[in-house]
């Protein structure tokens, strides 16, 4: 509030969980970015009161809108790679912190909801269901290198700087993943690997390689700096027997009418094409807080069986 200098009538609220249940107690439609509450729990809580209220609820889980996933989604559609039998999706989270800002914990601790498991991984693994299908099986593991961190009383933007000076610092527990993985199967019977690591991008660049393998062909999605799946680095190739030709680049993304304003930092028209759903009433591009209580479900199953 400080920092965008917001007027005195602005409030300030300790959790995601009680704005959003004050909003739906007032019986007023509710938009929630994800993760919605810090587990399932909560998530079924508010879920549940606000279908006792009536009134309509959105979570953001922004990747599933994002023009590289519709276009995946389009070339699934046609049959073009006819059934799938496979997916990979490697990717990385970069190199591990050494420090991070007491200002804001969350991000070290598992049970938060706001760790790296469900943000960075949460939003690509939401498309990815969306895309390929639900798991029908899975097991997990989770691995925690660093279970101890530095933290300054200060801004995420000022803690490199810190790092080098004398500065005053405590030391915190943590237990946010620094490699994440998943293998399974989905209810469609393609087998699935997901390996969410830490460290640096790979020798050609990619901080993201997903390969989706079908019966007669294959699609990758490579992508270079950014949010996954939501950056003008995304590339999709289609590949058939020996030859390969692209499907989406850069250039492809929204860059017309009211996301001209965003110009090359695409990350943020993924929510603005959330409004943008919501205000034309397009119920198949939305999500609800019982869906979000779903994906939930998934990423606190991914924490239980992978700890």
């Known amino acids: 509030m400080e920092v965008f200098k917001l007027k ?6 300790g959790d995601i969980k009680s704005i959003v249940r004050a909003t739906i107690e007032e019986g007023k439609a509710v938009f929630c970015e994800w993760p ?3 587990n399932t729990s909560e998530a079924r809580d508010l879920a549940s009161l606000a279908e006792s209220k009536g009134v309509l609820t959105y979570v953001c889980l922004e990747s599933r809108l994002s023009p590289p996933v519709a276009k995946i989604r389009d070339i699934i ?5 006819d059934a799938i039998r496979s997916t990979d999706i ?3 989270l970069g190199p591990v912190p050494t420090s991070w800002s007491s200002r804001n914990p969350a991000y070290s601790d598992v049970h938060s909801g706001q760790s790296p498991l469900n943000t960075r991984a949460g939003h690509p693994l939401d498309a990815f269901c969306h895309l390929l299908g639900e798991f029908d099986s899975f097991q997990s593991l989770l691995v925690t290198r660093r279970t101890e961190i530095k933290t300054y009383d200060a801004s995420a933007m000022d803690i490199a700087a810190l790092e080098k000076t004398d500065a005053a610092f405590e030391v915190a527990p943590r237990t946010a993943p620094d490699e994440i993985l998943l293998q ?3 209810a469609g019977g393609a087998t699935v690997s997901f390996h969410l690591r830490s460290g640096d991008i790979d020798a050609d660049g990619n901080n993201f390689r997903w390969l989706i393998a079908g019966e007669n062909g294959l699609i990758e999605v490579t992508q270079k700096t950014g949010q996954f799946l939501r950056d003008k680095s995304v590339e999709i190739r289609l590949v058939k027997g020996s030859t390969s030709s692209v499907a989406f ?3 492809d993304w929204i860059s017309e009418g009211p996301f001209r304003v965003f110009g090359d930092n695409v990350v943020l028209t993924t929510p603005g094409l959330n409004y943008q759903a919501i205000a034309e009433g397009l119920d198949s591009a939305t999500l ?3 869906h979000a209580v779903k994906r939930r479900e998934m990423i606190d199953d991914i924490i239980s069986r992978g700890r």
Not at 77 to 81: A, E, F
């Open 184 to 186: 399974g199967r989905l």
């Open 288 to 290: 609800d807080f019982r």
């Open 77 to 81: 559609s046609l049959g073009t790679i």
């Open 8 to 13: 005195n009538t602005a409030k300030a609220y």
């Open 249 to 251: 680049c850069g250039n």
């Open 36 to 38: 919605l509450a810090r």
């Open 90 to 92: 490697l990717c990385t």
